[in-house]
């Protein structure tokens, strides 16, 4: 079965500071890979998502991930870290099975003080 | 367009009461899920319908049944509540079935189970 492994239930940055959230997948095959994210209160929206082709995706916000399948990982970095970016992240995973069925991580609340 | 909507945004029900959670959308798409959202779990599949007229199981989908009423409509129903359902439910659209599809989320029913 496949499943996501997010290490760190929380992370805190100072405002500024370079932003990393991890993420792992285990997998036998490459697979499809995203990252969503929650405002309190709110549902879920992706941030970004890789399928194929270039493996360094660039998301809204500032965010990027980069797919390395040597290590199974998936991690989010943003430069530097608002304000606004306080919230929940979750990795997800989509076995190749043809049909849309995600995997969450448990997620990983970003905490960012001034 | 009001996209993912979901009814009630809150309930409290006694244990062995019943109720219905609605979810609609207005964006003309195939597949709708049921998820919920437990602290430290991330998101956990329910059900799911990959197109009008069909369901399937997902990962937790003891204790809940789904109606898919038509294209726009998927409604979770919980026959006699329990304590362990006290959660938060998401709904979530996708356009097509395929695998490299964004889920796009509703706001979120909080369900509290006494």
């Known amino acids: 079965a496949q499943s996501v492994t997010q290490l760190g239930s929380h992370v805190s940055v100072s405002e500024g500071a370079l932003v990393l959230l991890r993420c792992n997948y285990s997998?036998?095959?490459?697979?499809?890979l995203f990252w969503y994210v929650q405002y309190p209160n709110q549902g879920l929206q992706l941030l970004l998502k890789y399928t194929t082709g270039a493996t360094l995706v660039k998301g809204i916000n500032g965010f990027e991930a980069e797919f390395k399948k040597s290590e199974t990982s998936f991690h989010l970095t943003k430069p530097s870290a608002h304000m606004s970016d306080a919230a929940e992240y979750f990795c997800?995973?989509?076995?190749?099975?043809?049909?849309?069925?995600?995997?969450f991580g448990t997620g990983t609340r970003l905490l960012v003080s001034p | 367009n009001a996209g993912v909507t979901q009814t009630p945004k809150f309930q409290v029900l006694k244990t062995g009461q019943s109720m219905t959670l609605q979810c609609a959308q207005d964006?003309?798409?195939?597949?709708m899920y049921w998820y919920r959202q437990d602290p430290g779990m991330g998101l956990r599949l329910i059900y799911y319908s990959a197109s009008e007229g069909t369901t399937d199981k997902g990962e937790v989908p003891n204790g809940y049944n789904v109606s898919r009423l038509n294209k726009r409509e998927f409604s979770l129903r919980l026959e006699s509540a329990a304590p362990s359902q006290t959660s938060v439910y998401f709904c979530a659209t996708v356009p097509l079935a395929g695998v490299r599809e964004t889920q796009y989320f509703g706001p979120g029913t909080r369900l509290l189970v006494l």
């Open positions: 964006m003309n798409h195939n597949s």
């Open positions: 997800a995973v989509n076995p190749n099975t043809g049909f849309q069925k995600l995997v």
């Open positions: 997998s036998s095959v490459p697979p499809y």
